[in-house]
């Protein structure tokens, strides 16, 4: 329902369903990489960078991995630093 959201650009909608899938299973990893997405899409890129790395964290061999890394270096090269 969350990529349904997204794809309707529905963001308000699209981020409390990605945050539902992760409360319902955290160890549902790939909702970091949805919810980073959404939050480059709302214009946070810092909480979107977070994401990403808490993508990284819990699940280091993940499918997105690689582009997810080269996304992180990219972001933190710019000087975006994720929110304390």
């Known amino acids: 329902l969350g990529l349904t959201y997204f794809a309707l ?6 981020e409390k ?3 539902r899938a992760r409360d319902l299973d955290p160890s549902f990893s790939e909702v970091h990489v949805r919810l980073g997405n959404l939050y480059l899409r ?3 890129p810092a909480k ?10 819990q699940d ?13 270096n ?3 090269a710019a000087g975006i630093v994720p929110p304390s």
């Open 60 to 72: 280091p061999k993940g499918r997105f991995r690689e582009r997810v890394q080269q996304v992180v």
């Open 48 to 57: 979107a960078l977070a994401e990403f790395e808490d993508y990284l964290r």
């Open 42 to 44: 709302r214009q946070n």
């Open 17 to 19: 369903e990605f945050q």
């Open 74 to 76: 990219e972001m933190r």
């Open 9 to 14: 650009e529905n963001y308000e909608a699209s």
